[in-house]
């Protein structure tokens, strides 16, 4: 399959590393309108099928405040020190979703090999979800060798970009117990590296006391990896305190992934889930782009609400209905033409 | 739509109440094959569509040996006692599922008004899972008041019953935290009650230890219901210590969702999921026995996992194959006829 025209400037350029055509070919993976769908279906599987070293790509996740943008900043910058290209591909520069990270994202996506995108607050999670793999995609394919995607940390969005990223890192604040109520339970399982962050000035004690809690935590669960338990370490943002500590240990566990071979059978399952997340993401926008099965859908509601029709019976009249008006229409189309 | 034949007769004998036609109605919801689920689905139909007041539902999970079957034995004959009529319909007694646990449970299945079903271990979890709820279906209209339903309490299905059921309750035994990692963390959240199983005999101090340790556990998390706190309690399934208060308890429970009107929006919610859930179930498996679309995703396989073709463009090529697929043998049918 021959690239042309838009989605060939898109890719070479993506592939030579311009920054402008990586944001352009973002822009579109974002796009839901269907023309746009197929030029980034091209685009993207051109990228796909390059011969990439794998990136590492990695889930930042943390309560608001906790200083997710600064420790992305500041890391960044160490990582671009050192010679790496680091990207946060969750979400489109272009668009209303930057704003207020705007300023103190600056020092980092001015320099020259990194990729900043603060995490997307618009479009459905499924759809976000679907255009980050794809961006991560684009990214790899312009040469970055580090993806940063930053999440809320409080919805079901971390789940998500779980089975996305290869590694994941909470955020935490210096603070008792009950702070951490804020974090959803769940994600401290997923995490296989928790950074006490703000580990400066007067909290400097209370980041200590909080990373042996966590620690404790920690040896109560079941690792997630064969070859990693998840660690503890306090760092700070703002005075760059323990950034190499957490870099090494990030490329701790990329050597456990790597030499346990466990690297691979992660992606491949990450892969395959993906992609029948994505077969019922779209069957369900097949079903609601239907205004005869959603109408239909929509008289069954209240019936089922209050238990007089039983779910199960009602999904397959669902069902049906769906298949048999895809299918009336193109029947239609067919004896038209 | 009038019932006939088979499934009037069943629908009569089980809204009478007898016991065989509810065992024969569960073996039909069981069943996959094409006229078994058209019956099954007038006979579910007909029983949703009664004016019973709703029965409390129950999930019990706990690990092997934790003494699920002595409890559920011990805590029915309790409810029978009271006039209650129990049931557990989360299996077919038929077939060879109920094995090991025949003895056992025998006491509480010849009871009059009690009726047992174990926790089933064939078939797939989403099929479980439909049949499982078109029990408790029938069950409700056959009179049984409470439905207790078992799961194993190590894979995903307590998320699944936790969806089904109104309550959730927790078995644990005696023992330091270690003993918990055999429960899967995320269970801990989803229990309403948790009951120290074995509190007699020489385990009667270690288990008042335990209580503690879970009570303060429960403290920190954030409760899944406005107008309940989880709570811990010991008991014991064999000398029958506290069982009584494990029935207060859940009467309290129940008396709790009742006043708020949590019972209303919970069993709303739950019943739009399931729909919507098996809806995702019935075009998957359509997918499945679709040769051409399952062929073409498995040529997919390897190139998907080893990244080289993105999990979005292959969903949208499964999608766009099964939906042909589906409609070219609609037009061969209609054009045949
Ligand atoms: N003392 C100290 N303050 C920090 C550190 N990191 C971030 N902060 C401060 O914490 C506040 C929030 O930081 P952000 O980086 O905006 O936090 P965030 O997690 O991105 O917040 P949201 O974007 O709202 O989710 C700011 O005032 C930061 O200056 C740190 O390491 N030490
Ligand atoms: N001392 C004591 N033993 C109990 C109690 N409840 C169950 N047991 C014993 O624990 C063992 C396991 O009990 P079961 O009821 O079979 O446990 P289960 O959870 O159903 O186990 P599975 O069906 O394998 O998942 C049996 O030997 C029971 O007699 C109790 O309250 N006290
Ligand atoms: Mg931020
Ligand atoms: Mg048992």
């Known amino acids: 399959m021959g690239l042309a025209g838009k989605v060939l400037t898109l890719f070479e350029g993506i592939v030579k590393g311009d920054r ?11 796009s839901t309108r269907l023309d746009h769908r197929k030029q980034a279906r091209e685009l993207v599987s051109a990228c796909a099928r390059l011969e990439r070293p794998r990136s590492l790509r990695i889930g930042l996740t943390g309560t608001p405040g906790v200083g997710k ?3 992305i900043e ?13 990207v946060d591909p969750s979400s489109s520069r272009s668009g209303g979703s930057i704003l207020g ?10 320099a020259q090999g990194a990729y900043v995108r603060p995490s997307p607050s618009r479009g459905s999670l499924g759809g976000v979800a679907r255009s980050t793999m794809e961006s991560i995609i684009l990214a790899e394919a312009s040469g970055y060798d580090i993806c940063l995607v930053e999440t809320v ?16 890192v909470l955020l935490l604040q210096p603070g008792s117990g009950d702070e951490l109520q804020g974090v959803k339970r769940g994600i401290m399982e997923l995490a296989d590296l928790i950074v006490i962050n703000k580990a400066d000035g007067a909290l400097e004690i209370p980041a200590k006391l909080t990373r042996t809690e966590i620690a404790n935590a920690l040896h109560l669960m079941v690792p997630r990896r064969k070859s990693w338990n998840p660690k503890c370490v306090r760092a700070s943002a703002v005075t760059g305190y323990n ?13 456990g992934l790597r030499l ?6 992660l992606r491949a399952g990450q892969q395959s889930k993906w992609m029948w997340r994505e077969v019922h993401n779209l069957l369900m ?3 609601n782009d239907d205004p005869d099965t959603r109408g239909f859908a929509e008289t069954l509601k209240a019936d089922v609400a209050n238990g007089s029709v039983p779910p199960s019976v009602a999904a397959e009249q669902i069902v049906e209905m769906f298949l048999s008006s895809y299918s009336a229409r193109q029947i239609k189309t067919n004896s038209e033409s």
């Open 20 to 30: 402008a055509s990586l944001s352009r070919g973002i822009t579109l993976v974002e």
């Open 69 to 71: 943008s600064t420790f």
């Open 74 to 86: 500041a890391f960044g910058m160490l990582l671009l020190s050192k010679g790496h290209g680091a």
């Open 101 to 110: 990270d705007k300023t103190r994202m600056q020092d980092l996506s001015v």
């Open 153 to 168: 940390g409080v919805g079901q969005s971390e789940t998500m970009v779980a089975d996305m990223v290869d590694m994941f």
């Open 243 to 255: 950034l190499d500590r957490v870099w090494t240990l990030i490329q701790g566990y990329f050597d």
């Open 260 to 265: 346990s071979g466990e690297w691979d059978s």
């Open 285 to 287: 926008a097949r079903i």
